[in-house]
């Protein structure tokens, strides 16, 4: 079955303790992106990925870190997370055209305490 | 303003009714054009792409007006299973990978 698959779903944790919020897709897709989801904001992109080892900020990238050393996986990393980045985040992916519709993983919801 | 914009809401339509939403852009540049379905803070879903000719897809019909910077969703004889929440998506010109996300229309087809 084609899918996105984020770990974990949930997760609460505290200020300035790391974690890393894994993505993985298994339709070959080139492009990936990460994007989080705030009430009344909408969706905001924060990293993308273009091919192994091709990131680049979206809109909101501080905080964040990703890595592309795969093809079908994408991490996304907060080194040292803080309460504003407390939020709902989706991973995404689709083949290179624009043009073509993303496939988003179930959506990951974090709390920093 | 806003690259993407949407009326958020909340629509209350009664079953059957015919329900329309608009959603403008600010980049006349833009060229590519959808509209996704969240359902209560799922994944969103792609619903329909929009093409400038307007298409339609059973009940759902998306147009394009690029003169006004809008496009629009049309849902037909809205059924109960069509509560979501709607959100208009457009590319970013200059950077083709990068699509921008309204914040969303929250729709609530009542019985």
Redesign the interface.
Known sequence: EAQVTQNPRYLITVTGKKLTVTCSQNMNHE?MSW?RQDP??????IY?S?NVEVTDK?DVPEGYKVSRKEKRNFPLILESPSPNQTS?Y?CASRI????Q??H????TRLSIL | RKE?EQD?GPFNVPEGATVAFNCTYSNSAS??F?WYRQDC??????LM?VYSSGNEDGRFTAQLNRASQYISLLIRDSKLSDSATY?CVV?RPGS?????????TQLTVLP
């Open positions: 492009y994007y009344g904001l909408g969706l905001r992109q993308y273009m979206g709902l989706f290179g055209q624009a043009n519709p993303q988003f993983g179930d959506g | 993407v958020p060229q590519s959808f803070r799922k994944e969103p879903k792609l792409s959100l590319n083709a990978r990068q699509l921008t996300f309204g914040s969303g």
